[in-house]
């Protein structure tokens, strides 16, 4: 009996070893996250909680921190979100399952939280400040493999995700449009090298991307330094104090700098001289929103392809004015590039329809799985055969469509499309969500799991949207909020948002837990929110 008892005890006594070791490592990999949550967090302050309208918090249901986060941010600083949705006659349902009840509920008890926000010293044994909104929760993420999980999510892809749902709303009911207020347009002056013309082209979006030049960094020769004693450190099995770290200062404007900064495109097939030549790209902002999103990239990838959070502050001002940003399309004296070349055919790949023919198809049936799948793969193609195994002309030769000249819509990246294609998705509803999403492929993987009623929907003829709809204005902002992340990756870790509130005072949102803000730290944020002044 003893023995057994000594048993247990040795297994329990490994298995929190186990544990224990497990942590060591952890916070091995990541030093800095105790100096991320000490600053970010404001530990060693006494922060005086607040509570009451506008002060709501919401209850973290495991990992939900980054929606929480969001949530906050929009409901509370972008008033014509809240007004229009409080405005919306609610569903009478006694548990209701629609965005918009659910959403408009929120709204509601954050602007009245009653006894859902009260003085955390008055609080009684298993009473909590905040409000769980889980069902809200179900709705935004139904359907999506990520946000209808328990995991933890990026803050930056959950906010355009919910951007996209409501667009959804809006386009069900009309006068719910709110969204607006964040949306943009982004406009691309691209130049041919050899003919000197210029094309234009303009996208939507609602957050802006900011890359951080490490090398702008007012420190850069130091951090530089510190890069590789921390490598010998870490060679040699040293302990690395979190205080040691040096972290790189860099200047939001020289991000602005380097995202309007020119660009090489190699490789450009000049619609004027139908070769391929080099061009030269600069990208500027055609309009100005009323609420302007901005993230900043602290996340990259080690030329081993691992994902790595960059040990970087920023020197983010209050005020900020990007009028020099400003892109006003075709000036006087430059000459617009034509519509584009004549494109050559579409040729089936060899390799492609060799694969195929391995597996007993006719030559000319390999082709047209080839030439109708845009040559995105073999499995691709060999799909498109087993769908066409009934066609009484399935043999027969190949009928390749004369080129026709190049329009100004939207051409998709074949290789985009063929990651997508990867995921289950065919080549025309792929190429539908990078269409409707401007190829960027982040947004298409999301715009594609939470339009899956519309994957297969004809789209109607329609002029493109134009500048003229969105809100515009002077390019000068104040910050609102941002949002701020602790931890090695945005798949781990924790989010927490600070938000200026009507009496101009930082406010810190951790979940449930609400307090006015001492220090709030600017320079580690993730995402930013400014206001037009």
């Known amino acids: 009996k003893t023995r057994g008892i000594n048993a247990e005890y040795g297994k329990q006594w490994y298995q929190r070893r186990v544990r224990e070791t497990m942590n060591e490592l952890e916070i091995a990999a990541n030093m800095n996250f ?56 609610a569903s009478r349902s006694e548990v209701p399952t629609d965005f918009g009840t659910l959403f408009r509920n929120l709204i509601h008890y954050t602007e009245n939280p009653g ?75 691209i130049q041919c090298n050899a003919s000197q013309k210029v094309l234009y082209k303009s996208r939507k979006d609602y957050c802006l991307s900011l890359p951080i030049p490490l090398e702008k960094a007012s420190n850069y020769a130091a951090a530089q330094a510190w890069e590789v004693r921390k490598s010998e450190l870490e060679a040699a099995g040293d302990k690395i104090k979190p205080e040691d770290y040096v972290k790189y200062k860099v200047n939001l404007g020289d991000c602005f700098t380097m995202f309007s900064a020119p660009e090489v495109i190699q490789d450009f097939l000049s619609p004027e001289t139908n070769q391929k030549g080099t061009a030269s790209k600069t990208t500027g902002l055609k309009t100005f929103p009323n609420y302007l999103m901005l993230q900043a990239r602290r996340f990259t990838l080690t030329a081993n392809w691992q994902p790595k959070k960059l040990d970087v502050l920023l020197d983010v001002p209050d005020v900020i004015d990007l009028d020099y940003l400003r892109s006003s399309g075709l000036k006087p004296g430059e000459v617009e590039l034509p519509s584009g070349p004549i494109e050559a055919p579409l040729e089936p790949d060899p390799s492609i329809v060799e694969n195929l023919m391995g597996m007993g198809f006719s030559f000319e049936a390999c082709r047209k799985a080839a030439y109708h799948t845009k040559n995105v793969g073999v499995e691709q193609a060999m799909e498109w055969i087993f769908s066409h195994m009934d066609d009484p002309d399935l043999n027969s030769p190949l009928v390749i469509e004369q080129p026709v000249a190049a329009t100004s ?42 339009h899956a009623d519309e994957l297969d929907q004809d789209e109607p003829e329609s002029s493109p949207s134009t500048a003229s709809s969105l809100p515009d204005g002077p390019g000068r902002y104040r910050l609102r909020a941002f949002i701020s992340h602790m931890g090695s990756s945005t798949a781990c870790g924790h989010y927490v948002c600070h938000i200026r509130d009507k009496g101009g005072r930082w406010v810190l949102y951790n979940d449930e837990k609400v307090a006015l803000s001492v220090t709030p730290p600017k320079d580690m944020a993730y995402m930013y929110l400014y206001e037009r002044m």
């Open 409 to 450: 819509a939207v051409a998709v990246n074949q290789d985009d499309v063929q990651m997508l294609c990867a995921m289950g998705f065919t080549v025309k509803q792929a190429t539908k969500a990078l269409k409707k999403c401007d190829n960027n492929l982040e947004r298409a993987a999301d715009w594609i799991f939470s």
């Open 115 to 189: 006894k859902y926000s009260v003085d955390p010293e008055g609080l009684k044994p298993g009473q909590e400040n905040g409000v769980r909104p889980a069902l809200l929760k179900s709705i935004i993420g139904k359907g999506h493999p990520e946000f209808s999980s328990t995991r933890q999510q990026d803050a930056h892809e959950y906010f355009l995700h919910l951007i996209t749902i409501l667009e959804k709303e809006e386009r069900k009911t009309p006068n719910l449009a709110c969204s607006e207020d964040l949306c943009f347009e982004v406009e691309d002056r």
């Open 34 to 89: 105790k100096f991320e949550c000490d600053n970010i967090l404001e530990s060693g302050v006494a922060l005086k909680p607040v509570f009451g309208s506008g002060y709501l918090g919401y209850v973290n249901m495991g990992n939900t921190c980054y929606m929480n986060s969001v949530l906050q941010v929009l409901i509370n600083c972008v008033g014509k979100i809240s007004n229009k949705y409080l405005a919306h006659s």
